[in-house]
T-cell receptor
Framework: GAVVSQHPSRVICKSGTSVKIECRSLDFQATTMFWYRQFPKQSLMLMATSNEGSKATYEQGVEKDKFLINHASLTLSTLTVTSAHPEDSSFYIC???????????FGSGTRLTVV | AQSVTQLGSHVSVSEGALVLLRCNYSSSVPPYLFWYVQYPNQGLQLLLK??????LVKGINGFEAEFKKSETSFHLTKPSAHMSDAAEYFC??????????????FGKGTTLSVSS
């Protein structure tokens, strides 16, 4: 089956530093990657959609300069949280989609804590 | 715009009892509908999905859901709850027109508690 590997699973960083989260599709080509953010006890909120080789499309209210998304290959997408602040602490989850198929494969999530 | 509404943020059942988690959708086009389960600090696991084939969809761990267009519903059921079913459940919808860039839109989630 389709597998998406997301790393790191947990990260603690100091305020003002940047953190990179990686998502790799291990056995399929992810033409589209979605990044979600989940606050405690809440639902997943779509942050952005990225297609391989194109700039990401950000949802309203998401700062594109703060949450940098790169989808340079069909198997790798990264989310970089720049100049992180405590309010950026959250659970981030990626989801990969292959072409027009209705299947979505989720990574295992990254718990980011900014201190 | 598509959306899903999960009725009841918290459902409590006894072990062995019927599980019913409610989901209603709103979509201007025929939807794809999904149910996911999430355990604490983990990603999402797909329970089942409706993609315009059979309206009664059977998933993993004994769960099933029925797509009812007339009621715009996709409720999740399980005949007999197990302690291990305690988790967060999310209903999600996407555009069925196979657009490669269409994201899943999630409901707010329902926490299922199972007591012995």
């Amino acid at each position: 089956g389709a597998v998406v590997s997301q790393h790191p699973s947990r990260v603690i960083c100091k305020s003002g530093t940047s953190v990179k989260i990686e998502c790799r599709s291990l056995d399929f080509q992810a033409t589209t990657m979605f990044w979600y953010r989940q606050f405690p006890k809440q639902s997943l909120m779509l942050m952005a959609t990225s297609n391989e080789g194109s700039k990401a499309t950000y949802e309203q209210g998401v700062e594109k300069d703060k949450f940098l998304i790169n989808h340079a290959s069909l198997t790798l997408s990264t989310l970089t949280v720049t100049s992180a602040h405590p309010e950026d602490s959250s659970f981030y989850i990626c989801s990969a989609k292959k072409g027009a198929s209705p299947g979505y494969t989720f990574g295992s999530g990254t718990r980011l804590t900014v201190v | 715009a598509q959306s899903v509404t999960q009725l009841g943020s918290h459902v409590s059942v006894s072990e062995g009892a019927l599980v019913l988690l409610r989901c209603n959708y709103s979509s201007s086009v025929p939807p794809y509908l999904f149910w996911y389960v999430q355990y604490p600090n983990q990603g999402l696991q797909l329970l089942l999905k409706y993609t315009s084939a059979a309206t009664l969809v059977k998933g993993i761990n004994g769960f099933e859901a029925e797509f009812k267009k007339s009621e715009t519903s996709f409720h999740l059921t399980k005949p007999s709850a197990h302690m291990s079913d305690a988790a967060e459940y999310f209903c999600a919808v996407s555009d069925s027109y196979n657009q490669a860039g269409t994201a899943l839109i999630f409901g707010k989630g329902t926490t299922l508690s199972v007591s012995s």
